[in-house]
């Protein structure tokens, strides 16, 4: 259960100034509709999976960048946004072992429920993003540890502070964020966008109760490298 009530001091406390978060938004937003708009995950219909796959981690980079920027100027350093530790190897175990158990009861459970449930298929867009080839797949496992890394910032670690601060409530972040999360994947459709947004919730959630975002992270990585070699495989 999720209290209402502020984890601590800095709960509802912004992160970054109200134009900065509209700055953020709007690149989300951007990338999701011209994805949608092309049938295609951003970048790869116009350039070849390759140069896609280079073109989104150069995009998320900057965009990580640009909230180290903003939370910076509140005196807020990027360590704090991801918070947890691995100082001994016992926490990094630890952090694994959540981010597996989430991933199978989460990611392959729970969500491939809603999926199956919704009748979602993959569109072409999903099916030609998935990497061939071993430069393909290993362009890829860099996406996925670049996605792993950079999305838990850009939507746990920041949007959802920014949402919390908004509506002054720890679950207003939480499930805010995980919309935002669905809508900036439209190159997938609208069913995948609302499974993708209920998974954005979940992860929220697990950002919420660990106080960190390195599970999360883990299992991002696992989801999207992992399990989209696999996919990639099994769609072919």
Not at 41 to 46: F, S, T
């Amino acid at each position: 259960m999720i209290s209402t009530q502020a984890a601590t001091d800095t709960s509802y406390r912004p992160v970054a100034p109200a134009w900065h978060t509209i700055i953020v938004l709007l690149i989300l937003f951007g990338l999701s509709l011209a994805g949608a708009r092309s049938g295609s995950m951003p970048g790869i219909g116009a350039h070849g999976r390759v140069a896609g796959y280079v073109l989104i981690m150069v995009v998320e980079w900057i965009t990580v960048a640009f909230i180290w920027y903003g939370v910076s100027r509140r005196g807020i350093p990027m360590s704090d946004v991801v918070a947890g530790s691995w100082a001994r190897w016992v926490y990094f175990l630890r952090d694994l072992g959540i981010a597996v158990a989430f991933l199978l009861i989460c990611g392959i459970a729970v969500v491939n429920g809603i999926g199956y449930l919704l009748k979602a298929q993959p569109n072409q867009a999903i099916r030609n993003m998935y990497p061939h080839g071993p430069i393909e797949v290993m362009l890829w496992l860099m996406l996925a540890l670049t996605a792993g890394f950079c999305e838990e910032v850009i939507f746990r670690g920041y949007l959802q502070r920014q949402f919390a601060a908004l509506t002054r409530a720890a679950i207003g972040g939480i499930v805010l964020q995980g919309l935002v999360f669905g809508i900036s994947h439209g190159y997938q459709g609208w069913k995948f966008m609302l499974v993708i947004s209920v998974y954005g919730l979940l992860f929220g959630l697990l950002a919420h109760w660990r106080r960190s975002l390195r599970p999360g992270m883990i299992t991002h990585f696992l989801q999207d490298g992992v399990g989209g070699i696999l996919a990639g495989h099994f769609l072919r």
